[in-house]
């Protein structure tokens, strides 16, 4: 058994409390962020320094032993759950800021550093890290590089990929390298860029250095409340045609603002079926003349009602109740699906009335939660997994709303990866002459396909409790199941 | 999260068990404010991994034994229910569970024999009492008591109070605006007696008259969270039938108690009292809710300027969800800057028996809240409970900064008396005195 091999030498190199292989240790790395699948690794390693991770690497790689390296799972397309028989390489105690140099504005920090506390850091020198997943407080700087993660505000700052100026990583056969630098401007190919959002496909970021940015001067916050969510999707084209470019633009529908109220008690208007958040930020100047012309926008484009956050308390508790949507769906449904699909932003109004659509032509509810100002769909499918048949209908109309985004010309994933969740529509998005480029870029970098294996790429068993059926590469014979 | 939690098989708690892990998504928002996942940082010391493994052991699928170190490490502090978006009542999961794993788990004859010493001491005042005595007299001994012996030794305060009896009703001063009766604690009589001395005192300023019914008996939580579900019942049925009927509220002016009797129904979950359990839950407040409710006769200011950090108890901030209230008694107080200690919602440690159980966790995680309160700069600590009381002394002063430890009762109390003078007529101790432990002292 290739992995009792590595195990012995494994137990060379961890202390005994740092190498989990009893079932009560490893059954609570089994999933991450999307239950609907689960991995049973067989074991857990918890480094503490870089070169344990390099150390481990190199083992898994001179066994044959598949791994997967995790921070704090939250993933929610089932991006960190482990490889069954594998080994999970927790990073979260690789938590370190390594340099930080508020002058150039850069901070070098290890992968198990929390988003969250990028930011706190930094603070007090009137710095943030831009890119803000809702799972902020939670999620690693590790896995937003491996899932090229955004949030609310990447509309004007961009990705995750935007902000990482130079990576140090474990190649899967353990070899270090150095990709990218201390500056924006590179030569050659963009490594970085190719690096973030591989889901693991291609090693382990052990040294990440972020950019960070000056704190704005000011943040104007609006909600508005519309009677039809359509009116809201609307709003959304009138300010981008106007030429306005708000931090962040986010819409949430009547099932996503019920959510949210019970979860956090944001406050958001009681009666409209759908609430717009706008934030306008910069310097003082440039957001007093903003916020004229964007109130002006609101009020034309059939508001109900306009709210300007009063201070930053106020402001913090409009954005709470939209960052705790995902989560706080479990109060209305024992189990749903958060879906996550682009769609060109001018089609907005468009799509949501498919999914309308679709939602009654299935019986399932959907709540909308999105990225309106970059037309990222998060539709939040409800089902309750212990009617039979449930989980596999919710999955169907997931699938059904990917389909839609790809005729509508967007994409599967706006930002949580396809991970397993959407391996089997990867080949239904791209002609199989890109996805097996994909294949052939990822063989050359990890020819035994050891890690993360069968996350993104459609070639090796997943552990799902759900089958999607022979993936359309499968049918078309252009890949095999191990 | 999906289960197959046989619900019929378990027991009238088995529902209310199913539904917290149903509830539970998995997200992860919980990590950042669990104590023991900061501590430790491995998935099964943290909310939703403990979750995982209660969610197995019910399922079957793993033996309880495994499980139990994790669970056992468990705080029960229930700061994940404050951050959980989905609203799992972890609290509820975890009670019944720790009862069951009781019945079913093997400990070792040191662990039975320590546990059963703690639950037939601590719960009543007079057992307690003598034990705190003794445990004085034994404390240059205390580095030759091996281990969680040696533990329990140094968490006793240098001095034990004499007993004050307390009156069976205390008047209102003023105008009558309400009648209360009020739960004293158990190891609180013995630790801190001044403590129900100054809550009556502010209760009786405020217009409000004080019944101490004489049957009432420990609150029961410190059983029920170690497990020992029928103790805790026997309690809880006691308290049922002592605490009367015609009194507006009744009041706790400890977390821990708040919190617990808060529970009655579920530990009496199947039984004949629950309805009777629900109505009493329904009626019980801590005084620092019900005095800010009330609307506080504005204190005096104090004689001199306190920066004083608020300490939040879990059991009141998380349990009972208790937060602005006793910050909004405090700033009335004149003279009196409150600050904010930083990561507040973290536990300190002292979570009932857990600086017994889990020394050395509760060692980390008390002189992490103590670095954190000193950080503030304040002169004083204020908090709602015996518990936290004792270990912020504790660690205060292991860090060499032995600043006081009052409850916030006792500062109002102290801005009360300012006006009245010390000799206002009233009984009881003249002083309110704060809390300071005396690990390092001697």
């Known amino acids: 058994m290739p992995f009792n091999e590595l195990l012995s ?36 390693v918890l480094p503490v320094t870089a070169d344990e991770v390099v150390e481990t690497v190199r083992l898994c790689h001179r066994h044959d032993v598949p791994f997967m390296a995790r921070g704090s799972g939250t993933s929610l397309s089932g991006g960190s759950v482990p490889v069954p028989d594998g080994l999970v390489i927790g990073l979260n105690r690789l938590n370190r800021i390594l340099r930080y140099d508020p002058l150039h504005r850069v901070a070098v920090v290890e992968p198990g550093v929390i988003n969250l506390r990028v930011s706190e850091h930094v603070a007090a020198d009137g710095l943030y890290y831009a ?11 590790g896995g937003n590089v491996a899932f090229n993660s955004g949030g609310v505000h990447c509309l004007k700052y961009g990705m995750t990929a935007n902000h990482v100026l130079g990576l140090k990583c474990v190649l899967p056969d353990g070899e270090v390298v150095t990709l990218g630098g201390e500056s924006l401007e590179t030569v050659g190919p963009d490594l970085i860029g190719m690096f973030a959002g591989s889901e693991g496909l291609f090693g382990i970021a052990l040294e990440i250095t972020l950019r960070l940015l000056p704190r704005p001067e000011v943040y104007r916050t609006f909600l508005a409340a519309y009677d039809t969510l359509s009116a809201a999707g609307d ?28 979860a956090v008690n944001a406050g958001y208007p009681a009666d409209a079926q759908a609430v717009f958040l706008v934030e306008l930020e910069g310097p003082r100047e440039e957001v007093a003349a903003e916020e004229v012309r964007l109130m002006k926008l609101l009020d034309d484009s059939g508001a109900t009602e306009i709210r300007v956050a009063k201070d930053d308390a106020e402001r913090l508790t409009f954005w709470k109740g939209r960052k705790s949507a995902f989560s706080a769906v479990g109060r209305l449904s024992p189990d749903f699906i958060v879906q996550d699909g682009v769609v060109p932003r001018s089609r907005l109004g ?33 089902y309750d997994g212990r009617v039979a048949g449930a989980l596999e209908n919710a999955e169907r109309l997931a699938g059904e709303i990917l389909r839609l985004c790809i005729r509508m010309g967007g994409s599967i994933t706006g930002e949580h990866g396809v991970g397993l969740e959407k391996r089997a529509y990867l080949g239904e998005m791209y002609e199989a002459a890109d996805t097996r480029t994909m294949f052939a870029i990822r063989d050359a970098i990890d020819p035994k396909s050891l890690a993360n294996r069968g996350k993104m790429l459609p070639d090796a ?22 | 999260m999906l289960h197959e939690i046989p619900v019929e098989r378990i027991g009238p708690a088995g529902q209310v068990m199913a539904d917290a892990v149903g509830t539970c998504v998995h997200c992860g928002f919980c990590l950042p404010t669990c104590p023991t996942y900061d501590a430790l940082g491995e998935e099964m010391d943290s909310p939703r991994g403990r979750i995982f493994l209660m969610k197995e052991v019910l399922e079957g699928n793993l033996p309880i034994d495994e499980a139990v170190p994790y669970i056992d490490r468990c705080l029960g502090c229930v700061g994940c229910v404050t951050s959980c978006p989905s609203g799992v009542e972890y609290g509820e999961l975890l009670t019944p569970f720790r009862a069951t794993a009781e019945q079913v788990r093997k400990r070792s004859p040191f662990d039975r024999l320590l546990r059963r010493f703690v639950l037939e001491t601590l719960p009543y005042p007079r057992r307690f009492r003598l034990a705190a005595l003794l445990g004085r007299l034994a404390r240059p001994l205390r580095r030759l008591v091996p281990g969680r012996m040696g533990d329990m030794l140094g968490l006793l305060p240098a001095r034990i109070p004499p007993s004050e009896r307390l009156p069976e009703v205390f008047p209102h001063q003023g105008q009558r605006r ?49 497990g020992a579900a029928w103790q805790a019942r026997r309690f809880a049925r006691a308290n049922l039938a002592a605490f009367p009927d015609d009194v507006d509220a009744i009041l706790t002016n400890a977390a821990g108690c708040g919190s617990g009797m808060h529970e009655y129904p579920l530990w009496l979950a199947g039984q004949p009292e629950e309805d009777a359990a629900r109505r009493f839950a329904g009626r019980c407040q801590d005084v620092s809710k019900f005095l800010d409710e009330l609307g506080l006769q504005p204190p005096p200011a ?15 901030a998380h349990a009972q969800r208790v937060r602005d209230q006793p910050r909004r008694l405090l700033r009335s107080i004149g003279n009196i800057e409150l600050v904010e200690i930083p990561r507040g919602e973290l536990c300190c440690g002292s979570a009932g028996t857990y600086n017994i159980e889990q020394p050395e966790i509760a060692h980390q995680l008390g002189s992490e809240k103590a670095r954190s309160i000193l950080w503030t700069g304040c002169q004083a600590v204020a908090t709602g409970n015996i518990g936290c009381m004792t270990q912020l002394a504790t660690h205060l002063e292991l860090e060499e900064r032995p600043l006081p430890v009052y409850h916030t009762m006792q500062l109002l109390d102290m801005a009360y008396r300012v006006e009245h003078g010390a000799s206002n007529g009233v009984p009881g101790p003249e002083t309110s005195e704060a809390a300071t432990a005396s690990a390092t002292a001697e």
């Open chain 1, 235 to 262: 709003a959304v084209s009138m300010v981008v045609a106007s030429g306005l470019l708000p931090g962040a633009m986010e819409i949430m529908d009547r099932l996503a603002i019920d959510a949210a109220e019970a």
């Open chain 2, 178 to 226: 309400a009648r209360v009766a009020l739960l004293v604690g158990c190891a609180q009589q013995v630790l801190a007696p001044e403590i129900n001395w100054a809550t009556i005192r502010v209760l009786s300023v405020n217009g409000v008259e004080v019944v101490i019914p004489r049957g009432q008996t420990c609150c029961g939580a410190l059983a029920a969270h170690t």
């Open chain 1, 461 to 482: 068993e997943a552990p799902a409790l759900a089958s999607h059926g022979a993936h359309p590469l499968e049918q078309q014979g252009v890949i095999s199941r191990m």
């Open chain 2, 302 to 316: 104090l004689a001199e300027p306190l920066r004083v950090a608020y300490h939040d108890a879990c059991h009141l």
């Open chain 1, 350 to 382: 468009e799509a949501l009335g498919e999914i309308e659509r679709l939602s009654q032509e299935f019986g399932i509810r959907v709540a909308n939660v999105f990225h309106a100002g970059d037309g990222n769909l998060h539709p939040l499918i409800m």
């Open chain 1, 9 to 44: 030498d494994l137990a060379a190199l961890y202390p005994s409390d740092r190498l989990l292989t009893a079932a009560a240790q490893i059954m609570p790395y089994e999933s991450d962020g999307l239950t609907a699948f689960r991995g049973r690794p067989s074991g857990v």
């Open chain 1, 131 to 141: 890119p803000d997943p809702s799972s902020g407080p939670v999620c690693t700087i």
